[in-house]
Every structure is written in structure tokens, then in C-alpha cells.
């Protein structure tokens, strides 16, 4: 009996290794309830390349934005106090009017249904805003509007570096020139509670800051410039001029024109 017991708990030791062994094997090939498999899961093939949920979701987005930015804009323009405000305004229903063209097409390319309707906070903000008088009203505005616009500024950027859709991949580039004029042009107003923003940004974070030290004091020495070396020449500008608030570019192709068609044409540029 010692003999078969001894047998037995070998068998078991050679099985739980054998298992053990054989565990990392098997959960590599079952991929279920990975980034991958949910990715795959939550996609949808079309003409212009699968369509994922991340995807949907920033077209949802584009289109609720307009939604309530493009009434507090024009409620900017009769209401604000100053120029500044009003210029914001302005900025807001043309680029809105704009994006939100843009965006319908997408969704009726794709079948996708819109929102009709700011959501309910939404809705909340804009009560804000036609509560609010003076100064207090330029504060909320630029505040409500800079937060909301610098939100949505990082979703743009990842369904811009991720999606597998041309629609959807166009859309983030015109909703990222779009958005950066808005944030450009809020941020001028002087109104921006940059402190604020920072810590409601650091309340939400989860994981541990990483960078460089912080300056102890002295001045360390001047890096040198990053410049290209050689005899070329180059034809390509900056995209925009330091200081200059209104100098992102928001001319675009007419919805539906094929790339690198000039703006208001369909016919692409030789």
C-alpha cells in the first residue's frame, strides 16, 4: 500500500507539472477577453475599413459637441462682453457648422445613427451659461468649453493614431484642426483656469507621474538645436507662426471630396 501511494503522489507531482508547463501554452493560444479579442469582437467590417466601438464613439462625440457648442457660441456672440468672447463664439458655430457637416456624412456613409440632442450634462452647461451675466458668464464659458474641448482632444488623438477606417481616420484629423482652433482660441481669452484643469486631470489618474526631475536651481546647459544637416532643400512651411492665436489652418475639402482635392472641389491637387 506504501509502495502504490508513493506511485500515486509521483503520478500527481508529474501531471501538475505537465499542466504547469503546458498553462502558459494554452492561455497564449485562448485569446478570449484580450485587448485583441475585444477589439475584434466590437468591430464591424465596411467599404472603408473595419469600423471599431472606439470609432463610433468619437463620431458620437463629434456630433454631441456641436450639439451644445454650437447654440453657446452663438449665445457667445449676442451675450459676451468682450471681443474676446465673442471672437471664441464665432470660432465655435463656424467650426461646428463645418465638423458637424463632416460627421453626418460619415455616419449616413456607415449607418451609424446620430444623437439629435445635446446629453443631459450637456444640456447642464448650456443652463450655466444662460444663467450667468458679466464676467462670470466669460469665466464659465471659457472654462466649460476648454475642459470639454481638451477631453475630447485626447480621444481624437488616439482613434487618429488606432482606427482601420478612412472615414472615421479623416474625421479625427479634421475634428483634431477643429478642436485645437477652439482650445487656441479659448486660451487667448485670458479666462482659462489652468489650475483647475490640472487638478481635476490628476484626480482622475491612476498611474504614477514619470519624467525628468525637477529643476533644482541652476540653469543647465543649453541643448543644442535640432537642425537638419547637409545640402537639401526643403519646400515645407511650420504650420503656424509662435504667438499667433488664429493661425490654425481649418481650410478643408468640401465632405465627400477625394484626398488632396482642393477645398470646395472634388478634383484632387496634381
Known amino acids: 500500500m506504501r509502495r502504490i501511494n508513493g506511485t500515486a503522489l509521483i503520478i500527481a507531482a508529474l501531471v501538475a507539472t505537465v499542466g504547469a508547463l503546458a498553462f502558459p501554452v494554452w492561455s497564449y493560444a485562448d485569446r478570449s477577453g484580450t ?3 475585444n477589439l475584434n469582437a466590437s468591430s464591424v467590417a465596411t467599404q472603408w475599413g473595419p469600423l471599431s466601438a472606439t470609432d463610433r464613439d468619437l463620431l458620437i462625440k463629434v456630433r454631441l459637441a456641436g450639439l451644445w457648442e454650437l447654440p453657446a457660441g452663438q449665445q457667445a456672440i449676442e451675450r459676451a462682453p468682450s471681443q474676446a468672447i465673442k471672437e471664441c463664439g464665432d470660432h465655435l458655430v463656424v467650426g461646428h457648422t463645418d465638423l458637424d457637416k463632416r460627421a453626418r456624412d460619415v455616419a449616413a456613409k456607415l449607418g451609424i445613427e446620430l444623437p439629435n440632442q445635446p446629453n443631459e450634462q450637456q444640456q447642464g452647461w448650456l443652463r450655466e451659461l444662460s ?3 458679466g464676467q462670470e458668464y466669460e469665466r464659465k464659458f471659457a472654462n466649460l468649453l476648454r475642459n470639454a474641448h481638451g477631453k475630447v482632444f485626447s480621444l481624437i488623438a488616439q482613434v487618429r493614431h488606432t482606427t ?3 472615414l472615421i481616420r479623416q474625421l479625427a484629423s479634421d475634428a483634431n484642426q477643429t478642436v485645437l482652433d477652439h482650445i487656441t482660441m479659448l486660451e487667448a481669452t485670458g479666462f482659462v483656469d489652468f489650475d483647475s484643469i490640472a487638478n481635476e486631470a490628476a484626480g482622475t489618474a491612476t498611474a504614477s507621474p514619470t519624467g525628468p526631475p525637477p529643476p533644482d536651481g541652476n540653469l543647465p546647459p543649453a541643448p543644442s538645436p535640432a537642425e537638419p544637416t547637409g545640402d537639401q532643400s526643403f519646400t515645407s512651411l ?3 507662426q509662435p504667438g499667433a492665436p488664429t493661425a490654425i489652418n481649418t481650410n478643408r475639402p468640401e465632405p465627400g471630396a477625394e484626398p488632396g ?3 470646395g472641389t472634388d478634383v484632387p491637387v496634381p
Open 238 to 240: 511650420p504650420s503656424t
Open 261 to 263: 482635392a482642393e477645398p
Open 35 to 37: 485587448g485583441q479579442a
Open 164 to 166: 482601420r477606417n478612412t
Open 131 to 133: 444663467a450667468a451675466t
